[in-house]
């Protein structure tokens, strides 16, 4: 009998549906490092009317990114292979309107 190869454990991931929010963000404000964890600061462009009819550009926090280095190396890895979805060419405009996922 030839020896198995140990399997790798099972990635864990339940999805919660519309428990888990969405983070939509515009720039990342700020970024550091304390104690040995990622911090990162998201921020959302809204625009504030004024009493002159015009209207100002401003950024506001929409939400704090703290995690541990492999963390942060796992979402990196994710949002690259995300932009090179985005770099292939799509096949029809179905494929369009639905998205891709991986």
């Known amino acids: ?26 720039i990342v404000g700020a970024y550091g490092t304390m104690n040995g964890a990622i911090e990162v600061e998201l921020a959302t462009r ?11 550009v401003k ?19 994710g949002l690259d292979a995300a932009l090179k979805m985005l770099e292939q060419p799509q096949g029809s405009a179905a494929a369009i309107a639905a998205g891709k996922l991986n």
């Open 1 to 26: 009998m030839a020896e198995q190869p140990p399997a790798k454990p099972d990635l864990i991931y339940e999805d919660t549906g519309a428990m888990a929010p969405v983070v939509y963000f515009d």
């Open 59 to 77: 950024f506001i926090s929409s939400g704090r990114i703290r995690c541990s280095a492999n963390a942060a190396a796992n979402l990196r890895n």
């Open 46 to 56: 809204i625009l504030v009317p004024k009493p002159d009819g015009s209207t100002e």
